[in-house]
């Protein structure tokens, strides 16, 4: 089973929201990663972590805070969003961060800010 | 930085024939390249991977090749049905991260 679930699969937030977004797998997968999709264009990596430790932070704003309770669960928390933010956020895993190890993606949330 | 370019941006073929998809890369340590189909409304899905210690991969009507020298990597689908509309993302393994291509847009004709 290469099963990465995400939810909510849709949101909707306002500017001055707290809101947050969960995934979740159960392949013993020890790194995971945050994108950001938007229209049209690939991927780009927000954050990774391996071993429930925060190890690539790819600049992003303070506004997303990412938060590995456990080497199953991922969240993204949204605070202060910009309606640029809008995109399709999705949550990926792998067996270890380094290279040739297959990454699965779950199905993405659908993120609208207003 | 890492660079991987691909073409073409979008790709129309009739139904049953073949479709090939072009990516070049441009970090010679890369030794992983996998290929994402991403369908509307979902995540990418992982359908194929090379690993440069071999030049050809296949699974059913897909294949990968890889010409490690000139640093390209190639999709290629026989007998293209209807299913296999969808973006078509290479990607090689450089620095602990995925390295995108732009996508490609299948079509598929009836």
């Known amino acids: 089973d290469t099963e990465v679930t995400q939810t909510p699969k849709h949101l909707v937030m306002g500017m001055t929201n707290k809101k947050s977004l969960k995934c979740e797998q159960h392949m013993g997968h020890r790194a995971m990663y945050w994108y950001k999709q938007k229209a049209k264009k690939p991927p780009e990596l927000m954050f990774v972590?391996?071993?429930?430790?925060?190890?690539i932070n790819e600049s992003v704003p303070s506004r997303f805070s990412p938060e590995c309770p456990n080497s199953s669960l991922l969240n993204l928390h949204l605070h202060a969003l910009q309606p640029e933010d809008s995109a399709l956020y999705l949550c990926?895993?792998?067996?270890?961060?380094?290279?040739?190890?297959?990454?699965?993606f779950g199905p993405g949330t659908r993120l609208t800010v207003t | 930085g890492e660079n991987v370019e691909q073409h073409p941006s979008t790709l129309s073929v009739q139904e049953g024939d073949s479709a090939v998809i072009k990516c070049t890369y441009s970090d010679s340590a890369s030794n992983y390249f996998p290929w994402y189909k991403q369908e509307l409304g979902k995540g990418p899905q992982l359908i194929i991977d090379i690993r440069s210690n071999v030049g050809e991969k296949k699974d059913q009507r897909i294949a990968v090749t890889l010409n490690k020298t000139a640093k390209h990597f190639s999709l290629h689908i026989t007998e293209t049905q209807p299913e296999d509309s969808a973006v078509y993302f290479c990607a090689d393994h450089s620095n602990y991260q995925l390295i995108w291509g732009a996508g490609t847009k299948l079509i598929i004709k009836p």
């Open positions: 990926a895993s792998t067996v270890g961060q380094g290279e040739g190890y297959e990454q699965y």
């Open positions: 972590y391996s071993y429930e430790k925060l190890s």
